[in-house]
C-alpha cells in the first residue's frame, strides 16, 4: 500500500461566511489568508494537511456531490448546532460498521461524516 495522505482540501463556496462558520462549529480554528493577487480566504489545519474555503466565483455552481468524513470529539452536538448554521441533519449519531457516526449536510448541501473521534 502506498503511503499517501492529505496535505489540501479546497471547499469553494459563494457564502464563505456561512461555510466558514459551519466548519468552525466542527472544531476547525480558521485564519484568513492571501497568497499574492489571489483572492481573500480562510485556512485552518487539517491533521498535516490544511482546509481552505475559498469564494466560488458567481458564474460558477458549487458541487454538491462532495462527500467528506471527519472524527470529531462530539458528533452529536455537531448535529445540533448543523441546522442553526445553514446545514441540515441528513441521519442522528448511530453505531456504524465504521464507528459511531452521524451525517450532516454544510451549507451548500455537501455530505458531511462526523465520526466519534
Request: proline share 7%; net charge negative; aromatic share 8%.
Amino acid at each position: 500500500m502506498a503511503d499517501i495522505s492529505l496535505r489540501l482540501l479546497v471547499l469553494k463556496t459563494h457564502d464563505v461566511s456561512g461555510v466558514v462558520a459551519f466548519y468552525q462549529s466542527l472544531g476547525f480554528t480558521f485564519t484568513e489568508e492571501q497568497h499574492g493577487k489571489g483572492p481573500l480566504h480562510h485556512s485552518a489545519p487539517l491533521g498535516d494537511g490544511i482546509i481552505e474555503i475559498y469564494p466560488l466565483p458567481d458564474d460558477k455552481t458549487v458541487d454538491s456531490t462532495t462527500r467528506l468524513g471527519f472524527a470529531i470529539a462530539d458528533p452529536d452536538s455537531a448535529v445540533g448546532g448543523a441546522e442553526s448554521l445553514g446545514g441540515r441533519v441528513i441521519k442522528p449519531g448511530r453505531g456504524t460498521p465504521w464507528g459511531y457516526m452521524a451525517s450532516v449536510a454544510d451549507p451548500d448541501g455537501r455530505t458531511v461524516e462526523l465520526y466519534r473521534a
